[in-house]
């Protein structure tokens, strides 16, 4: 039909007005109609801009399958890694309706490309050329992003109900995550043997990620199954792909940053002084391995953490904080006792100034000389402050260590 084929592209070149993400999406419509009279009545009524069309995409996905794509959708948005596509239909397993949510074997979709008809043109599928050839699932083009983050919806239910928010969203995920782990009974390998689940990957790494972003809410009903969680034979399996699987769920939630979680624990008894022969304390553990969380740093100091113990390479956390250059910590730690001068058990010839002065942070060196840390301490082989400010190159530190008087000639 050479001429509904003129009409098509006449139609599409006149509104598009060099938008071609928006003509794409006006010929997947189109490419729905099964008669030239439904053509014309589409072709008479195409929306005017990209979020117009999106919106007209989302009312015309059916009723039945509007909640299982909104939690689709989320996922693809908001994970932290890309998704596989049978990873992304196995998360239609998890019954997020029941309270509380859980694994359900019977709402496994035979064809994992069924996803792809449920969400329309909104995502698409590529395939890897470095994991193995497995097809990922993403959004069809930025833009379906930028709408579904927006408020640019229509005031009607129907459209508004697709708005997403970050902390919905991920409290959502961390609840899947765990609830699809514990499914898993005793003895059951999570990874390494036999058929690994396509969704394993995502759940066992970053369930702690979207809690961590979930907790900006407070508590939620996330940490009944959290609590849940670290009681089960799914975390004692799940321990085993962590690097350091003998930690008590304690030590877990504070390096994971969980300050809600933590409190949670420290209310049903945990110790907050209890150590791991190697790994010290929750506060040590936390600050050798985990970024910055100034919270967690204050509430295991209520609760009377020893500041002073040092995690598995020898450093406090006051040798951590002065790594990363977080200052907040730092200064937290000083108000609370730490040894300021105290060296790096494994490496005695180093402390904090001398960290700070090598990773370069002049706001930490001057908070450690300005409440006492000794400016003349040798280093052993690296010399004292300002000899290790000097080969890094840190003029700035030099320039302040001299004006702080130190020891030129040590």
């Not at 579904?148 to 899947?176: D, G, Y």
């Not at 759940?203 to 907790?215: H, K, Q, S, T």
């Not at 994971?256 to 420290?266: D, N, S, V, Y």
């Not at 200052?327 to 005695?348: E, H, K, S, W, Y």
């Amino acid at each position: 039909m050479p001429d509904v084929q003129q009409d098509i592209v006449s139609t599409l070149v006149a509104k598009a007005d060099g938008m071609f993400r928006w003509a794409v999406c006006q010929l997947d419509s189109l490419s729905g109609c099964r008669n030239k009279v439904a053509l014309q009545k589409a072709l008479s009524s195409l929306p005017k801009a990209l979020d117009e069309t999106y919106s007209q995409i989302l009312d015309n996905i059916n009723e039945e399958d509007i909640e299982e794509a909104l939690r689709m959708l989320e996922w693809v948005v908001y994970s932290t890694e890309p998704l596989r596509l049978e990873g992304l239909a196995e998360v239609l397993t998890i019954d997020m309706e029941a309270n509380p949510p859980h694994f359900d074997s019977d709402r496994h979709l035979p064809n994992p490309r069924d996803i792809l008809d449920i969400c329309s043109t909104l995502i698409t599928t590529v395939i890897s050329d470095l994991h193995e050839g497995f097809e990922y699932v993403r959004l069809a083009h930025f833009s379906v992003q930028e709408y579904l983050v927006s408020e640019r919806f229509p005031h009607k239910r129907m459209c508004t109900r697709w708005s997403m928010q970050a902390v919905p969203a991920n409290i959502s995920m961390a609840e899947a995550c765990l609830a699809y782990l514990l499914q898993f009974e005793p003895g059951t390998s999570l990874v390494g043997e036999g058929k690994t689940s396509p969704l394993i990957h995502q759940v066992i790494l970053r369930w702690r990620e979207y809690a961590r972003i979930a907790e900006l809410n407070g508590p939620t009903k996330l940490h009944r199954l959290i609590m849940e969680f670290f009681s089960s034979a799914a975390y004692t399996m799940w321990k085993k792909s962590q690097l350091y699987e003998y930690l008590p769920p304690f030590h877990y939630a504070a390096y994971f940053r969980l300050t809600e979680t933590a409190k949670l624990l420290l209310k049903m008894g945990v110790d907050v002084h209890a150590r791991s022969e190697d790994m010290g304390n929750a506060l040590s553990f936390a600050s050798e391995y985990g970024l910055e969380n100034i919270e967690i740093t204050r509430l295991l100091i209520d609760y009377g953490i020893d500041v002073n113990v040092a995690g598995p390479s020898g450093r406090t956390p006051l040798h951590a904080a002065c790594r990363r250059g977080e200052l907040g910590t730092v200064l937290l730690l000083i108000a609370n006792g730490v040894g300021i001068n105290a060296p790096v058990r494994r490496f005695v010839d180093r402390n904090a100034l001398l960290i700070a002065c090598f990773w370069g942070h002049l706001d930490i060196v001057q908070a450690l000389l300005e409440n006492g840390a000794n400016i003349n301490a040798q280093g052993g082989c690296h010399g004292n402050a300002l000899i290790v400010a000097s080969l890094r190159g840190y003029f700035g530190i030099v320039r302040l260590l001299i004006e702080k008087e130190v020891d030129i000639n040590t």
